[in-house]
Every structure is written in structure tokens, then in C-alpha cells.
């Protein structure tokens, strides 16, 4: 009792030391927090500002460009005596148009001398020579589209504020230069715009041409300003020449300002907008004021706070034990749920399977059996089979641990060939539509589970639509995978080259927002028993993972669904392998030695009596590391060697690293239903054969890798 007092009386000296230095270091960490986060707010502030002010400066010229291109127009084909003759009327127009926008002071068309033909200013114009203003000679050696000019002061008689022209060429119908029509903005009336939107201290706002002439100022200065191109602000907006923002002294007044800039669409101008460095500052300065009001009575009550605090804090922590250890408890108890569903699942399909072979081999064994029920029954035993390692294949596809054989196919093409079967498979009440893109859309990825996937989702469909309606198929490049009603949590969002994605959509019954998140779990299904196992959508899932893709669902009940598969993609130049089914016969023997590595006896010798049948020489090892010995012995005596994958102590990919780091020559041949290893790291380049497999794909692989050996060992010598 004592030493926990004494412990309690040094925690409240710690305290009460702490309750003066952490409100300091907290008050530190809360500034500097603070001035950035006020600076952040300035530079939002700033960027909003800046569109306001860029929408503004690109209307006000679009509309001076179209008012020009108009005036082109009336006066295009028209000589300069015929406008002279039309000059009250144009007059007229010109200052209509210049009365209509508090932008414009005036509007001109000169000859090709110079000389006003007409004006909106006075009618007739006086006889004065304009030649020397930029706005007309920048014209003359040739067509630069739409020129912004300098401020200028007005010209006598003429009087009144600045202004700076925007003109364009006059061009005869043979192209020789005839003239110039020109329009005088106002910067004031930009510095006036400025100025209410400015409302902030500290404000600013600058308008000017790409080589540095300033156009429009706010705060307004006397005199013309020019930046330097070689400046600080020159240098900024030369290295990221559309937009950005700088902390700067501004030439024209020496001020630090906080200023934003923004290139007007294809005219060379800048808009440019901020605010003054002490004006942040002052605000921060406010904040942190704000803060101090309430710091220095906080300190004095630090101690009770903080000894609350702790005392709570144990209590939210035991709380939050408990809580987690009830967590747990659930998560435990859900994942046995799902493994009995799974165990259930898979029980419940390979017993239909077993039964249906089992009473094959009972029948088989009956005397007098014709030889037709014969071949039926066999076939039967095959064709479940069949379906017990797709079923697997599913599962592996699912775990994502099934052995892919990825190879490049154009995604488009290997769907348009799928249009027939799809067809058969769908039945004919429900509508294909398929929109495929002209260029080739390829992916790496493994064919066989590529196409199992289509078809799944498309079964899916139509039973969603049970069996009548449309199931659109669309193929097209996307950049990211995007976020949907149900993403697969964990799932890739972006590849080097893109994705592919395949869109499969149904005018269904659509999903319920609450089965979302249990879509591609195995074995769950809405149908009836017997009408599927629930794997197709967990396939789809597995494959699109393990391919480094991802399958998104977007749904809504009474509209349908759309089920999207995202498969990264690769370059166009990598055309598609085109491979041959493999439908040869069994490959005879003559002699070739075999070793198989196979720790399952019964497997081994099923093996072994196929390949002697077929007349090749089997040598059995239960056991990788037997097998090594055997080879190491005389590495000439074996032409391949045939290995499971899954073995206790060394696997299979292991002994072939082991012959392959020796130097020895034999072929490796792998064979494996389920394997991690290979799932993660592939088959080191070696020929695979996947569980269950038949004598006669078998032989055909063997063949393959001797032959190839035979070719490696001549090309040698």
C-alpha cells in the first residue's frame, strides 16, 4: 500500500512538472500545425480567387474575339472606298458594340496605311496615321491571329483613360494584308472587377502579357510596369509555364506576396492573384491569440485533467480488451461457420460424384455386360471425373493456388469466339449483345480459366434473368480499377500498361445491397439446391486475384447487374501465342527411361503400368531425395524425370533446382492438383501436368521434354 502511495505521489510530481512544459511543447506543435494549416487555407483561398479571376479575363477576351470576328465579317470583301462610303452605318455599329461592353473604349478598322476608316468614337474619324501603335504593325509582315497589345495613352484629339488594343489581320480574298480591326480595352475595368472581388487585406491581382507587359495591377500603380523574363517571377513561370504558385517579392511595389498564376487558354496572358505574406501571418497571428485565451486558464486545471484522463484512459482500455477478446471470439466463431459451409459444400458435390462412379464400377463388374452399356458406363466415370477436377479447379481458383498457364490473347478476339457456345449454353430467350474495340486488347493471363471465368459470370446471368432477357458483353482499355458499389476488399487499383476490363451486364432481378459482401464466397448461392454450387462467382474472384486483376459487381435490385473483370494489360506490340489443342493420341515409348518421383503407391504404379504398357522403361521413387541419389549415380541412365510437386521432405521443385544446380542434363517433368509453391514462385520454366491426368497427355509431354533435350545436346556438339 505504502509504494503504491509513494508511486502515486511521483506520478503527480511528474504531473505537475509536465502540466508547465507540455503545455509549451503543445503550444509549439499547435503553432506550427497552425500556420500551416492557415497557410493551406490561404492557398485554397487563393486557387478559388485565381478561377473567378481566370473565368472572368477568358470571357472578357472570347467575347472581344467574337465582337472582331463579327466586324471581319461585315467589312470582308468590302474596299476601303466602299467602307469610307458605309462609314456613318458602320459607325454605328462599332459604337453599339463598343456602348454593349464596359470592357471596350473603342473599336476600329484601319486601312492598310494605318488610317482609321471607321470608328466608334467619331464619325467621320480624323485624319490620323495609327502605323506606329503595336496593335497595327505586329500585323503587317504577317498572320499572328489575335494580337494584345501594350497599354498606350490615347492619341490627340482623342482622350481618356489607358487602354491596350486587341486586333486581328484584314486579309484580302488573295491573302495580302489590307488592314487591321482593332478593339481598346480598358484595364481599369479589369482593376475595378479586381477590386471587388479583392475584398480580403491584403489582395492582389495582376493581368499581363506573356513577355512580362503587365496589363491590369490592382492595388493600381502609376506608370507602365514590365516583369523581367529573367526575373524571379520569369524564372517560376518559365518552369511550369500553365499555372502554379509562388511565395515572392513582387517587383512593381517590393511586397512578399502568396500569388497564384494561370495561363488564359491559348492567349499569351497570365492572371495572376494572391495575397501578402503579412496578411497570412496576421491571421495566424489571430489564431494563435485565440489560443492563448484559453491555454492559460487550461494550464491551471492540466492536473485534474490529466489525472482524469489517465484514470480513464484505463478504464477505455479495459474496455477496449474486452471488447477485442469478443472480436475475436466472433471472428473465430464466423470462420468455423464458413469452414463448415466450405467442408459441407465440397461433401456434398464429390459425394454425387463418388456415388455416380462408384455405381459405374459396380455395373462394369457385372457379368455379361454389352459392350455398349460398357462404354456408357465408362463414359460416365469420366465425365465425372471431369467434373470432380473442375469442381477443384474452382476451389484452387478461389484459394488462389491453382497453377495458371498465362499466355498473351487478344481479350476481344477470344470473346468473339465465344459467341457461339455462349449462345448454346444461355439458350435462345435470352439476347447477346457484345461491343468489342477495333484495336487488339491483350492480356497475360491463362486462357483456359480466362474463358471458364466468361462463362460463369455469364451463367450467372442468366439465371439471375432466369433464363430470358439481354447479357451485354463489353471489352474496353481502362486506367485504374474504379471504386464501385462492392469492391473486393484487398484488390489491385493499378497496373504499369492499364487493365482490360470485361463488362458483363443483365436486366435481371439485380442483388441486395446486403448479399453484396457475399458474393464470391464459396459455395454461397441464392438458387434452389441442386441448381448450382456457388463456386462460379468465387472462380471468377480467384482468377481475376491470382492474375493480378480484380472483379467489381455494381447492382441494383429490379435493374440488373454488372459484373466487371479488370485484367492488367500488356503492350500492343506483344501479339497473342496462338496454341493448338491437344488432341494427339498417346506417344509410344520405344525404350525411353522414365524416372517418377511419386510418394502416393497407388498413383505411382497407375503411372508406371500406363507408360510400360506404352512401352517406355519406369524406374519408381517414393521420394525426392531417392530420386536425386538415383540420378546423381548415373545422370545418363534417365532421358526425363517425371516428379510430383507435394512430397514430404524435399518437393519437387526442389529436386529439379537440385539437378538443374548440378549441372546434370535430364528434362524435369512436374505434376501437381494443388501446390503453394507454385501458385507463388511458378514452375522454374518446366513442362506441368496438371492432376488428373491421362497416360496419353502424359506420354506427350515426356516426348516433348526428350525431344527437346535431344535438340539442346545436338545443337551442343
Known amino acids: 500500500m505504502q509504494g503504491a502511495q509513494r508511486n502515486s505521489l511521483r506520478l503527480l510530481q511528474w504531473m505537475m512538472a509536465a502540466s508547465l512544459a507540455l503545455p509549451i511543447a503543445l503550444f509549439a506543435i499547435a503553432s506550427a500545425i497552425s500556420y500551416n494549416s492557415t497557410r493551406d487555407t490561404a492557398d485554397r483561398e487563393i486557387e478559388r480567387t485565381l478561377d473567378v479571376a481566370h473565368e472572368h479575363a477568358l470571357k472578357v477576351f472570347e467575347t472581344i474575339d467574337r465582337s472582331l470576328a463579327e466586324i471581319n465579317e461585315v467589312v470582308r470583301g468590302l474596299g476601303d472606298d466602299v467602307i469610307r462610303a458605309r462609314e456613318p452605318a458602320l459607325h454605328r455599329r462599332l459604337k453599339r458594340l463598343a456602348d454593349s461592353l464596359p470592357q471596350l473604349k473603342s473599336a476600329w478598322i484601319f486601312d492598310a496605311d494605318g488610317k482609321a476608316l471607321v470608328n466608334s468614337l467619331a464619325s467621320p474619324p480624323p485624319e490620323l496615321g495609327f502605323a506606329d501603335r503595336d496593335y497595327f504593325y505586329a500585323h503587317v509582315d504577317q498572320s499572328i491571329g489575335t494580337f494584345i497589345g501594350a497599354p498606350l495613352m490615347p492619341r490627340a484629339p482623342y482622350q481618356g483613360a489607358r487602354f491596350f488594343g486587341v486586333s486581328r489581320r484584314r486579309d484580302s480574298d488573295d491573302g495580302r494584308f489590307i488592314g487591321v480591326i482593332q478593339a481598346s480595352v480598358l484595364p481599369e475595368y479589369f482593376e475595378s472587377f479586381y477590386a471587388r472581388i479583392g475584398s480580403e487585406p491584403g489582395s492582389f491581382f495582376a493581368m499581363g502579357r506573356t513577355d512580362g507587359v503587365v496589363l491590369a495591377h490592382f492595388p493600381r500603380l502609376d506608370g507602365d510596369l514590365r516583369l523581367d523574363p529573367g526575373g524571379p517571377v520569369g524564372r517560376e513561370i518559365a518552369a511550369h509555364p500553365t499555372h502554379g504558385l509562388m511565395t515572392i517579392f513582387w517587383p512593381s511595389d517590393g511586397i512578399e506576396r502568396r500569388v497564384g498564376y494561370r495561363r488564359i487558354a491559348e492567349y499569351p496572358i497570365y492572371v495572376s492573384a494572391g495575397l501578402e505574406t503579412s496578411a497570412i501571418r496576421a491571421r495566424w497571428f489571430a489564431t494563435m491569440g485565440q489560443h492563448l485565451v484559453f491555454g492559460i486558464p487550461a494550464t491551471a486545471l492540466l492536473f485534474l485533467l490529466l489525472a482524469f484522463a489517465f484514470r480513464r484512459t484505463q478504464h477505455l482500455q479495459a474496455e477496449a480488451a474486452k471488447r477485442r477478446e469478443a472480436e475475436e471470439a466472433l471472428r473465430h466463431s464466423q470462420r468455423l461457420e464458413a469452414l463448415g459451409q466450405l467442408t459441407g459444400g465440397v461433401a456434398h458435390d464429390f459425394n454425387n460424384l463418388l456415388t455416380v462412379i462408384r455405381a459405374s464400377v459396380d455395373l462394369l463388374n457385372r457379368p455379361q455386360l454389352t459392350e455398349e452399356r460398357r462404354q456408357r458406363y465408362m ?29 498473351v490473347l487478344d481479350v476481344g478476339e477470344r470473346l468473339q ?4 457456345m455462349l449462345a448454346t449454353l444461355l439458350g435462345p430467350a435470352i439476347e447477346i449483345a457484345m461491343r468489342l474495340p477495333a484495336e487488339p486488347c491483350l ?3 491463362d486462357a483456359s480459366q480466362f474463358e471458364t471465368a466468361l462463362i460463369n459470370m455469364a451463367t450467372n446471368a442468366r439465371d439471375a434473368m432466369q433464363g430470358k432477357g439481354r ?11 474504379p471504386d464501385t458499389l462492392a469492391p473486393v476488399p484487398g484488390g489491385h487499383g493499378r497496373a504499369s ?20 459482401g457475399r458474393i464470391f464466397e464459396p459455395f454461397f448461392t441464392t438458387k434452389q439446391v441442386g441448381h448450382g454450387t456457388g463456386l462460379g462467382l468465387s472462380q471468377v474472384f480467384g482468377f481475376a486475384r491470382q492474375s493480378g486483376g ?6 441494383e435490385v429490379g435493374q440488373g447487374s454488372t459484373f466487371t473483370l479488370y485484367l492488367p494489360r500488356v503492350p500492343a506490340d506483344q501479339l497473342p501465342q496462338q496454341q493448338a489443342p491437344n488432341t494427339a493420341p498417346a506417344m509410344p515409348g520405344s525404350g525411353m527411361s522414365v524416372l517418377v518421383v511419386e510418394d502416393n503407391i497407388e498413383l505411382a504404379n497407375f503411372a508406371a503400368d500406363g507408360l510400360t504398357e506404352l512401352g517406355y522403361s519406369i524406374t519408381l ?4 531425395t531417392d530420386a536425386l541419389a538415383e540420378i546423381v549415380v548415373d545422370t545418363d541412365r534417365f532421358d526425363v524425370v517425371f516428379s510430383d510437386v507435394v512430397m514430404p521432405g524435399m518437393t519437387g521443385l526442389e529436386l ?33 501436368v496438371q492432376k488428373p491426368y491421362s497416360i496419353e497427355e502424359l506420354s506427350q509431354v515426356l516426348h516433348r521434354a526428350a525431344r527437346l533435350r535431344r535438340v539442346r545436346d545436338g545443337a551442343a556438339e
Do not use: W
Open 656 to 688: 529439379a533446382r537440385a539437378i538443374r544446380d548440378r549441372g546434370i542434363g535430364v528434362p524435369v517433368v512436374l505434376t501437381t492438383g494443388y501446390s503453394e509453391a507454385l501458385s507463388q514462385e511458378g514452375s522454374l520454366g518446366l513442362d506441368l
Open 497 to 516: 500498361d492499364g487493365f482490360v476490363s470485361v463488362a458483363v451486364s443483365d436486366t435481371g432481378i439485380g442483388i441486395p445491397a446486403a448479399r453484396l
Open 471 to 481: 447479357i451485354s458483353f463489353e471489352v474496353e482499355v481502362a486506367t485504374t480499377v
Open 550 to 555: 480484380e472483379v467489381t459487381v455494381e447492382s
Open 621 to 624: 521413387a517414393d521420394n525426392a
Open 443 to 445: 492480356v497475360n493471363a
Open 379 to 407: 463414359t460416365a466415370i469420366a465425365d465425372a471425373v471431369a467434373r470432380a477436377a473442375r469442381l477443384t479447379s474452382q476451389l484452387l481458383a478461389f484459394a488462389r493456388r491453382q497453377t495458371l498457364k498465362p499466355e
Open 417 to 420: 469466339s465465344l459467341h457461339d
